[in-house]
């Protein structure tokens, strides 16, 4: 076999299998629904692959043995049959149990409701609680086994809600509410991304789709309903006299902007800048410092110009916030 012949089947095999891997895994099988799109795709896979073959083959013998002509009769019934009335039952098959699949996906509701609205580029997530809304960002925590209601908007352009591994996605519809029904099994965190491109920084609009056992993911609503940990000293009054606060709100503090990510609970979440970056304190320092070298055309401005003893308390406060 030749390099270019090689190369011409290994590359392909390493992209597609790439996509099969790890957190974004769409046959990963961790929810309910991504297990019955995967009864869809194998039979299609096979059937497909298996007419394949069988058109190949006719061919190669067509071209190859030349065998003698066929009768009028014959081969107008070979086309009948296998041009138009095998392809029609075939794909009314597909439609049909497709149909069966999606209508079974699509029905009832939900035991447990978040709303998650698109921004550029980020996402701000609401969970509904018996004591009222609580909003966090960037991270959708799902209770393991519950069916969940996702409402679905954006505030600006067509955002699109995709978490790969748990076989859901739909667009996010400025002045429209979309509803994505998704029954997370498997505990884990399966990442999700924006699927719709929505300007410059569309691959960088990233969240946590995090599956939690019952017990945990109550625990950890608890926690994230409370007011922020810190709610004074100097590093909230950098945050405050900055101006921080006209854009992001910390609950139990005068923080009540609501144009960026609400941070009463920031140090609690996995990532920073909607999935670009780990919360760690030396990111979270990248990014105050220079936001457009970290994710460019982001609205949040870096603060470059920031001394360094005000940087660091505010760094203290912001990783309190658990
Ligand atoms: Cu939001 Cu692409």
């Not at 018996?130 to 991270?139: D, L, M, Q």
Request: net charge negative; glycine share 12%; with cysteine.
């Amino acid at each position: 076999m030749s390099m270019t012949v090689r190369h011409a089947i290994i590359l392909p095999t390493l992209l597609v299998l790439s996509a099969c891997e790890g957190r974004h895994n769409w046959l990963s099988g961790a929810g309910r629904e991504a297990s019955q799109i995967e009864t869809l795709f194998w039979p299609l896979v096979f059937g497909a692959a298996v007419i394949w073959l069988l058109v190949v083959g006719l061919a190669i013998y067509a071209f190859r043995c030349a065998p003698e002509p066929e009768t009028e009769g014959r081969a107008r019934a070979f086309v009948l049959w296998g041009g138009a009335v095998f392809p029609t039952a075939v794909i009314a098959a597909l439609l049909v149990s497709g149909l069966l699949v999606l209508r079974g996906i699509a029905a009832g509701d939900g035991e447990v409701t978040i709303r998650v609205d698109g921004e550029q580029w980020w996402w701000r997530v609401t969970y509904d609680t018996p004591e009222g809304p609580v909003t966090s960002a960037n991270e959708v925590r799902f209770r393991a086994g519950s069916r969940t209601e996702i409402l679905l908007t954006s505030d600006d352009v067509i955002h699109s809600f995709w978490v790969p591994a748990l076989g859901g996605k739909i667009d996010m519809i400025p002045g429209r509410e979309n509803r994505l029904l998704l029954t997370p099994e498997t505990v884990g965190d399966w990442g999700g991304l924006c699927a719709e491109y929505c300007g410059g920084a569309h691959a960088q609009m990233r969240f946590s789709a995090i599956v939690m056992p019952p017990g945990d993911h109550a625990d950890w609503l608890r926690a994230e309903a409370r007011p922020a940990a810190v709610t004074d000293g100097p590093g909230l009054e950098v945050f405050l006299s900055r101006g921080c606060g006209a854009c992001h709100a910390i609950r139990g503090t005068p923080a009540e902007g609501q144009v960026g990510p609400d941070l009463t609970h920031l140090a609690a979440r996995t990532t920073l800048g909607a999935g670009v970056l780990p919360m760690t304190q030396a990111a979270l320092s990248d990014w105050i410092t220079d936001t457009g070298r970290v994710k460019p055309g982001v609205l949040m401005p870096g603060y470059p110009d920031l001394p360094e003893a005000e940087l660091a308390v505010l760094l203290d406060y912001l990783m309190a916030l658990e």
